[in-house]
């Protein structure tokens, strides 16, 4: 994602979901806070009138002089409903729902609040229940847990608090005759003011948060745009600097691989050279004989014979030089080309092992290989000889301590359906469970200084798993050996498909 720009809306995309999750919660969370404040307000009217009224109930009512603002109440049935004080002075019963109604008349006259005493069977046509109130003491029937609503929408939109009136002891005096018993519900009391309460204080709180996700939202999304532009740019800096180390590596290796084929080939080439230069003396002596006025036949069978063990030891050794050569070629432009070709795996792996014979030739170290001659593959034979190249060099350095030790490496590849398998083995020093878990690592190396440039193995599980399209694998134990296992397709085009 960091190589390529255009996914990187997509990174922004997803924080603006974040940010606009988090508003969304914060919004939800303050609509359930400015609702909880509510409540407690519409629950704290409820206690203090129940409170006043079971006060009253107690005390059995209160007087209070006949007013025009308190006239005696026509719903109330006592026969001591009004009394005069021994001045003259009217008074008139004041019972716990006639104080609830006057205590509505001063608490609307003074706020936006609104309290209603009701009930299923109210005395007063006054207290009847409006549709709301009506579901709620139903609801009171089964559940005595308060009612809070929001009723209608927009400006005109209420929140509604009720909760039950119970009937305890000091209510009996008045509410007995109706047929209640103590613990029932006799009815509610509503409680009531405009939504905008509310409102007032969500779309304030709203614009807050609003301005502060989206200053959130632009800032952060700047950082990790600008944070994505510098972490790509030295992505890709440090990505080519490591090809250029990989492809010196390489180099170096092909360096070292014709060294190594130099020094061999000077071997056939001087006998071949040697043989060549005989065979023209025993030519020059066979011209002298011949210049002579008698020659015996025994002499010319033996310059001929000569001459025909100097021109096979020439030809042989050319051969050998010419087979050199040809593999050396093959292996030297398959490892410098990741071209795909039809190849046979057995020749490759031949191919590989007269190379790096120079390597191998005055170490105890012996070559096992073990793979059959019809085993057709196509693909990067290159990519192959490369990562064989690497595992023998790698067993050559740290297995055998540079070839001062011997042992066996044993090479051997199998074809299970459409799969190669090589399993690539020695029985050198091993590896701890530490360098084990770094093994295919860039740059590590346990022989820092001493020839290890610590990519040998990161190349090798490079080509296993993005040339060849397989997979590589590595097991060992310290004084055990090392062991790899590499499985790719047969033919690099299933290799394509399976990548797509």
């Known amino acids: 994602m960091i190589r390529r720009p255009a996914w ?34 519409g629950r704290l ?35 001591e409903k009004n009394i005069s004080t021994p001045s003259g002075v009217l008074l008139t019963l004041i019972n716990p729902a006639y104080m609830t109604r006057q205590l509505n008349e001063l608490i609307a006259a003074g706020s936006d609040m609104q309290v209603h005493l009701t009930s299923l069977k109210p005395l007063n046509p006054d207290n009847r229940p409006d549709s709301w109130e009506r579901e709620s003491l139903d609801h009171f029937e089964t559940d005595r847990s308060e ?24 209510c009996l005096t008045c509410h007995a005759k109706q047929g209640y018993r103590l613990g029932d519900v006799r009815g509610g009391i509503s409680v009531s003011f ?21 200053a959130v939202f632009v800032l952060f999304g700047l950082l990790a745009w600008g944070s994505l532009l510098v972490t790509r740019r030295n992505l890709l800096s440090l990505e080519e600097i490591r090809r250029d180390l990989i492809e010196n590596e390489k ?40 210049d002579r006025e008698e020659v015996s036949e025994a002499d010319l069978r033996q310059r001929l014979s000569l001459l025909g063990d100097t021109s096979a030891l020439a030809l042989s050794n050319l051969r050998r030089a010419a087979a050199m050569v040809q593999s050396f070629k093959r292996t030297a432009v398959d490892q410098t080309s990741e071209a795909e070709r039809n190849y046979d795996l057995a020749g490759v792996i031949d191919d590989v ?3 790096l014979y120079a390597s191998f030739k005055n170490t105890g170290i012996r070559v096992e290989i073990d793979c059959p001659r019809d085993i057709k593959l196509f693909g990067s034979a290159g990519a192959l000889e490369q990562l064989l190249t690497n595992l023998l060099q790698n067993s050559r350095l740290h297995a055998f301590e540079d070839g001062t030790r011997s042992g066996v490496v044993r090479i051997q590849a199998r074809l299970e359906e459409d799969r190669v398998r090589i399993d690539f083995s020695d029985d050198g020093a091993g590896m701890d469970a530490d360098t084990l878990a770094h093994a295919f690592e860039p740059f590590f190396t346990t022989r820092r200084g001493s020839g ?47 990548q797509s």
């Open 194 to 214: 405009p939504a905008s309460y509310i409102y007032t204080i969500i779309d304030a709180q709203k614009r807050d948060f609003m301005d502060i996700h989206g």
């Open 147 to 170: 009612r809070i609503s929001i009723v209608g929408a927009g400006a005109t939109a209420s929140f509604r608090y009720m909760a039950p009136l119970e009937v305890k002891q000091a």
């Open 45 to 79: 009217v409820f206690d203090l009138i129940e409170s006043t009224r079971l006060w009253a109930a107690k005390h059995g009512g209160v007087y209070a002089p006949v007013t025009a603002d308190s006239p005696p109440n026509p719903w109330l049935d006592s026969a």
């Open 251 to 290: 180099m170096a290796s092909l360096g070292r691989m014709v060294a190594g084929f130099a020094h061999e080939l000077n071997t056939p080439v001087g006998v071949a050279v040697g043989a060549t230069s005989q065979s023209q003396e025993l030519v020059a002596e066979l011209g002298r004989l011949i």
């Open 353 to 355: 092992s007269r190379t």
């Open 8 to 41: 990187w809306p997509l990174l922004i995309l997803f924080w603006g979901l974040v940010t606009f999750a988090s508003y969304a919660w914060h919004i939800h969370e303050l609509e359930r806070h400015a609702n909880t404040m509510a409540a407690m307000r």
């Open 452 to 498: 290890g440039s610590g990519l040998g193995l990161y190349i090798a599980y490079n080509l296993a798993t993005r040339i060849l399209g397989g997979t590589i694998s590595c097991s060992s134990q310290p004084g055990h050996g090392t062991r790899f296992l590499i499985v790719f397709p047969r033919n690099c085009h299933e290799k394509d498909s399976a």
